[in-house]
Nanobody, 127 residues
Framework: QVQLVESGGGSVQAGGSLRLSCAAS????????MAWFRQAPGKEREGVAS????????IYADSVKGRFTISQDNVKKSVYLEMNSLKPEDTAMYYC????????????????????WGQGTQVTVSS
């Protein structure tokens, strides 16, 4: 059973930073994609960033490019999201997700592409 547990959320003022962590268990890393998503109240869930377990290739949403960095520790089976220059519009529940690919390809940031999800961690950015 794949389990994902997020941590690191909190409240911060605009311009501040936070680092989210996601600890994964129950799967063998290989052709896995790990990704971060977020969902604000009344809005659809949107992709933030993804990373491939094998190649470490990353993809970012335009709204976070240059401010957020996704990284991974394959030994610890963990993925991280370093968030800098936070804005009030970054306020949302942040989720990590994973999927095992049938073949190597870039990791999507579309929510429908992912099989397993964590419970989420809240990020609140005040102006």
């Amino acid at each position: 059973q794949v389990q994902l547990v997020e941590s690191g959320g909190g409240s911060v003022q605009a311009g501040g930073s936070l680092r989210l962590s996601c600890a994964a268990s129950g799967y063998t890393s290989g052709r896995n994609c790990m990704a971060w998503f977020r969902q604000a109240p009344g809005k659809e869930r949107e992709g933030v960033a993804s990373i491939s377990a094998a190649a470490g290739r990353t993809i970012y949403a335009d709204s976070v490019k240059g401010r957020f960095t996704i990284s991974q520790d394959n030994v610890k089976k963990s993925v991280y999201l370093e968030m800098n220059s936070l804005k009030p519009e970054d306020t949302a529940m942040y989720y990590c997700a994973t999927v095992t690919l049938a073949y190597n390809r870039p990791c999507s940031i579309s929510p429908g592409a992912y099989s397993y999800w964590g419970q989420g961690t809240q990020v609140t950015v005040s102006s």
